[in-house]
């Protein structure tokens, strides 16, 4: 279990004036995504129904997840005053939902599920390991340093479940690099471009509509995701994917795979390639 509780973060020191529009967007987006939690592990649970000691590792990562959610959501609630959470949370909830009454994983095989949570879990933690690199508001700095450092347990926790898995799946190379790709291609997928649009129906909206328009949302998302991080964000990415489908990191092709996620990642964001 997570060592903090909501009381550990300074609020006290919260400063408005440092607190960006672009992060306020993407902070709203995140704290709605980690309230969901309770759907992915009913997911997960349902996935893993004969392995008990699973189950109970995975409610106790939904409920740091929901930690996650409800201090992203008191942070926000700071920066605009006006975020109506419950709203944007059921508009979102009811737009997109994670599939249920499923016995098997949607990725083909257990084994397959861990990969995609480790691939999850990598981009959480760099995620937040960017925000709180690049923003200078101290409370939103030390709530994101937390949850980085939770996200970066999670993916581990997950990596030993799967080298337990492997054991029994046996999947090859070539599988568990195609289930990596699929899950870092679904990341552009509606759930983070709708819990963009979602968050933006309440509150202060920065200009944007309220009707969902999945190719602007995922425009607005993306380019405000992608000037949050620097080269070795994606390079640290690149080398926890490796060893979680089995390739070595810090090699050549671990070089050249990094630096096209990082080319690509700054084109779709309209971003030049300098910034490192």
């Known amino acids: 279990m997570t060592g903090w509780s909501l009381n550990d973060i300074p609020w006290h020191e919260f400063q408005p004036e440092k607190a960006t529009p672009g992060l306020i967007s993407l902070m709203k987006a995140a704290c709605m995504v980690e309230h969901n939690s309770e759907d992915y592990v009913r997911y997960l649970c349902e996935v893993f129904h004969d392995d008990a000691e699973f189950q109970t590792v995975a409610r106790e990562w939904a409920n740091e997840e929901l930690l996650h959610g409800q201090s992203l959501r008191k942070w926000t609630e700071l920066a605009d005053p006006e975020f109506d959470f419950d709203k944007s949370f059921e508009i979102f909830t009811t737009g997109f939902q994670v599939p249920k009454d499923v016995k098997e994983s949607v990725r083909g095989s257990r084994c397959g599920e861990l990969i995609s949570r480790c691939v999850v879990e ?155």
């Open 122 to 276: 990598t981009g959480t933690s760099a995620y937040y390991t960017a925000i709180k690199d690049i923003t200078e508001e101290p409370v939103l700095k030390a709530l994101c340093a937390k949850i980085a450092a939770d996200e970066f347990r999670h993916y581990k926790l997950f990596y030993t479940y799967l080298e337990k898995y492997l054991d029994k799946d046996r999947i090859g190379l070539p599988k568990r690099i195609k289930i990596a790709l699929g899950r870092l291609v679904e990341s552009g997928d509606d759930e983070l471009a709708y819990a963009f649009f979602a968050s933006h129906c309440t509150g202060q909206r920065f200009g944007y509509n309220t009707v969902y328009d999945r190719r602007q949302y995922k425009k607005a998302y993306i380019s405000n995701v992608a000037s949050v991080y620097r080269r070795w964000h994606i390079e640290r990415m690149a080398g926890m994917i490796f060893k979680a489908v089995g390739l070595k990191p810090n090699t050549r092709l671990h070089g050249i795979t990094s630096r096209l996620a990082w080319h690509f990642l700054r084109m779709q964001g309209g971003l030049s390639f300098r910034a490192g």
